[in-house]
């Protein structure tokens, strides 16, 4: 089984400060994590991906994450807000057991809100 | 390269209805996955099928079925719609879930 908590369901920064959005997991198997965006009315794109190499992920606009094992955690991070990230920011796990796959699990997704 | 396309992008229909739902995966992707969102529930997973094959399922009744063709492309099926059943669809395809999951624009269907 696997599970995903976002522990924040609002975040509220400034235009040009850093953005911290906390995801912690849980998986019976070594998991596959990923950061989805969406924006008002549209899908859902790809921010990056942990897949068991470098714990220390970038991604697409200035976004990176850090898998840490320990702490069962993959906050998602961005040195200096930009009002187009002005979106809800999903934490997404996959796993694979005995060869089926179980599908992605969600957060409850965290609404990322900038303020100028 | 074209990206996931789902049709219809809108779609109203009455209780008791059945209604089908349409995915065309990126070329090359041979898993595809579906996914309801809603407000109250958030996003949960349905089925993924690969190779024409369901793989795994999510808790959802049994009025809900899907199927794939060897072309890769999806459909998905609810029967006997209810209220509840209003919600966005997405689905996903992807060559292998190491390789993350690219998702469609969605059908978003009410039920009235």
Not at chain 1, 61 to 67: L, R, Y
Request: aromatic letters at 12%.
């Amino acid at each position: 089984a696997q599970s995903v908590t976002q522990l924040d369901s609002h975040v509220s920064v400034s235009e040009g400060t850093p953005v911290l959005l906390r995801c912690n997991y849980s998986s019976s198997y070594s998991p596959s994590l990923f950061w989805y965006v969406q924006h008002p009315n549209k899908g859902l794109q790809l921010l990056l991906k942990y897949t068991s190499a470098a714990t220390l992920v970038k991604g697409i606009n200035g976004f990176e994450a850090e898998f840490k094992k320990s702490e069962t955690s993959f906050h998602l991070t961005k040195p200096s807000a930009h009002m187009s990230d002005a979106a809800e920011y999903f934490c997404v796990v996959s796993t694979y057991s005995g060869g089926g796959a179980d599908g992605l699990t969600f957060g409850k997704g965290t609404h990322l809100i900038i303020q100028p | 390269k074209a990206g996931v396309t789902q049709t219809p992008r809108y779609l109203i229909k009455t209780r008791g209805q059945q209604v089908t739902l349409s995915c065309s995966p990126i070329s090359g992707h041979r898993s595809v996955s579906w996914y309801q969102q809603t407000p109250g529930q958030g996003l949960q997973f349905l089925f993924e099928y690969f190779s024409e094959t369901q793989r795994n399922k999510g808790n959802f009744p049994g009025r809900f079925s899907g199927r794939q063709f060897s072309n890769s492309r999806s459909e998905m099926n609810v029967s006997t719609l209810e209220l509840g059943d209003s919600a966005l669809y997405l689905c996903a395809s992807t060559p292998g879930p190491s390789y993350g999951y690219t998702f469609g624009s969605g059908t978003r269907l009410t039920v009235v």
